[in-house]
C-alpha cells in the first residue's frame, strides 16, 4: 500500500493505493481532506461581509459587476458576469438581501469556488 497526497485546485487530497495482482489492477480509496487555499481577498467595499456567500461555480474572469455594496436585491438579480471558455455566465443572487460585499472587480480572474460577494 503506498500513501500520495494529491493537491488538485487548491484541494488537498489523501490518497492510498493498494497494489493490486499481477494483472496491473489496483484499488484506490480515497479520503478527502479538503485544505483549499484561500484566496487574498479584495477590497471589500462596505468593510464587513455578509452571511451569505456567493461563490464562483467556475474558474474564469469578472466581466462586469452588476451590483455594488448596500444595494438591495432580489432572488434571482444579476451581481455580476463571469467569463469562462468564451461564455459570459450571469452569476444571480441566490436569495432576497443586500449586497453587503463585492469581492472582485472587472478584470480579476477567479477559482472555482471562490467567494466573489456577500449579501446579508
Known amino acids: 500500500m503506498k500513501n500520495y497526497t494529491i493537491t488538485v485546485n487548491g484541494n488537498v487530497y489523501d490518497v492510498t493505493v493498494e497494489e493490486g495482482a499481477a494483472t496491473g489492477t489496483a484499488s484506490a480509496p480515497v479520503t478527502k481532506t479538503v485544505a483549499p487555499k484561500a484566496?487574498?481577498?479584495?477590497?471589500?467595499?462596505?468593510?464587513?461581509?455578509?452571511?451569505?456567500?456567493?461563490?464562483?461555480?467556475?474558474?474564469?474572469?469578472?466581466?462586469?459587476?452588476?451590483?455594488?455594496?448596500?444595494?438591495?436585491?432580489?432572488?434571482?438579480?444579476?451581481?455580476?458576469?463571469?467569463?469562462?471558455?468564451?461564455?459570459?455566465n450571469e452569476i444571480v443572487s441566490p436569495q432576497d438581501g443586500t449586497v453587503a460585499s463585492i469581492e472582485v472587480s472587472a478584470g480579476d480572474k477567479v477559482d472555482a469556488g471562490a467567494v466573489v460577494a456577500t449579501l446579508n
Do not use: C, F, R, Y
Open 39 to 88: 484566496a487574498a481577498p479584495k477590497a471589500v467595499a462596505s468593510g464587513t461581509q455578509g452571511s451569505v456567500k456567493i461563490n464562483a461555480p467556475m474558474q474564469g474572469k469578472i466581466v462586469s459587476v452588476k451590483a455594488a455594496a448596500g444595494q438591495a436585491v432580489k432572488k434571482g438579480d444579476v451581481i455580476l458576469v463571469l467569463e469562462a471558455m468564451k461564455m459570459e
